[in-house]
């Protein structure tokens, strides 16, 4: 049995979008419990070189929607980095997980073999569909939902594996 490249993408951007919302919300609502500033998690690190929690929320759903956009030979939307609290970063994900399923299935046939160009730093870097969704969007996207969960729970928001593989 094989799996598209659709089945390998799509459904785990949204699950782990999904689980980055949870953590979220409970951030959100420990804040508002405990009277806290929510600037105090939204700006926090877990070292003073990395970036804060929202810019490691808005990289991961730019990883999710540019990930599967690029595989569906989709036009990569651009969004605003201009989110300053919890309930921008909630719609923020919501954002991506409705493009990511709204992109269409079919769109994703030969993904995995077609060449996918990223420009970095002025270099433009040719990857096969399949090396750039393992090597490039899985591995940063993951990494930045993985330090959203960390910063979090360093900050003491009870949140479990449950809670960031988005099925609890």
């Known amino acids: 049995m094989s799996i598209s490249i659709h089945q390998a993408s799509a459904p785990v951007f949204i699950q782990g979008l999904k689980g980055l919302k949870g953590v979220l919300t409970k951030a959100a609502a420990l804040v508002e419990a405990k009277g806290w500033d929510p600037d105090a998690l939204l700006k926090a690190r877990l070292y003073p070189d990395m970036f804060p929690l929202i810019r490691q929320v808005q990289i991961a759903t730019d990883f999710a929607k540019g990930g599967a956009a690029r595989l569906a030979q989709a036009e990569v939307p651009a969004w605003d ?78 949140v479990g594996k449950r809670d960031f593989l988005g099925t609890a």
Do not use: K
């Open 81 to 158: 980095d201009v989110e300053t609290s919890f309930e921008g970063l909630i719609a923020r994900i919501d954002r991506a997980i409705a493009f990511v399923e709204g992109l269409d299935v079919a769109a994703f046939d030969g993904g995995e073999a077609r060449d996918v160009q990223l420009v970095r730093r002025g270099e433009t870097h040719t990857f096969n569909g399949l090396d750039y969704l393992q090597r490039q969007a899985m591995p940063n996207f993951f990494f930045h939902i993985t330090t959203a969960y960390a910063i979090l729970r360093h900050n003491g928001v009870e």
